[in-house]
T-cell receptor, first 112, second 114 residues
């Protein structure tokens, strides 16, 4: 295991409610990523971080925000969940620019 | 705009034969490429990578080929085994500013028949 934990693993929430997903790593890796996986779209980058308090938008960042106040935690927040945000969310970590990324087990989020 | 494309959603091969999975990209700033395998209900796992300064990288049954002029890479699995049945994603990194952005394709589902 790469020392990466996502929580919760499953969540059902109502439209309009805020939701926060947590990614925790024990590897002290610099880079952290949030992706969503949807049929026909593969893995799409939502936001990523290249250091504490250093974050940037990915391909599908609308409706999402992130925070990284310490190396080990990267939080993904849906301020007001919508049904289109029903998806499987994956966190990934990466040590350096020429290394592979390790993925968490995923969080299945359903917005009803 | 899809910067990394896997145009074949699925591929079916017979056990023992070669599997070839393809990936095209549009961004000439990509300088590092990776392949991942994903089983249902699990996170993707790293398979093999290649730097843009190389045109081939081999690891056991897995070989990745990179054609920079065509902006194309492929993953060859020889011989294919039933346990290789999974979704395969290619990914590409942009080095600009050393922010380490990693972009994935849509994935190709490989089925290896016994």
């Amino acid at each position: 295991d790469a020392g990466i934990t996502q929580s919760p693993r499953h969540k059902v929430t109502e439209t309009g409610t805020p939701v926060t997903l947590r990614c925790h790593q024990t590897e002290n890796h610099r880079y952290m990523y949030w992706y969503r996986q949807d049929p026909g779209h593969g893995l799409r980058l939502i936001h990523y971080s290249y250091g504490v308090k250093d974050t940037d938008k990915g391909e599908v960042s609308d409706g999402y925000s992130v925070s990284r106040s310490k190396t080990e935690d990267f939080l993904l927040t849906l301020e007001s969940a919508t049904s289109s945000q029903t998806s499987v969310y994956f966190c990934a970590i990466r040590q350096g620019s020429n290394t592979e990324a390790f993925f968490g087990q995923g969080t299945r989020l359903t917005v009803v | 705009d899809q910067q990394v494309k896997q145009n074949s959603p699925s591929l079916s091969v017979q056990e023992g034969r070669i599997s070839i999975l393809n990936c095209d990209y549009t961004n000439s700033m990509f300088d590092y490429f990776l392949w991942y395998k994903k089983y249902p209900a699990e996170g993707p796992t790293f398979l093999i990578s290649i730097s843009s300064i190389k045109d081939k990288n081999e690891d056991g049954r897995f070989t990745v080929f990179l054609n920079k002029s065509a902006k194309h890479l492929s993953l060859h699995i020889v011989p294919s085994q039933p346990g290789d049945s999974a979704v395969y994603f290619c990914a590409a990194r942009t080095f600009a500013g050393n922010t380490g952005k990693l972009i994935f394709g849509q994935g190709t589902t490989l089925q290896v028949k016994p």
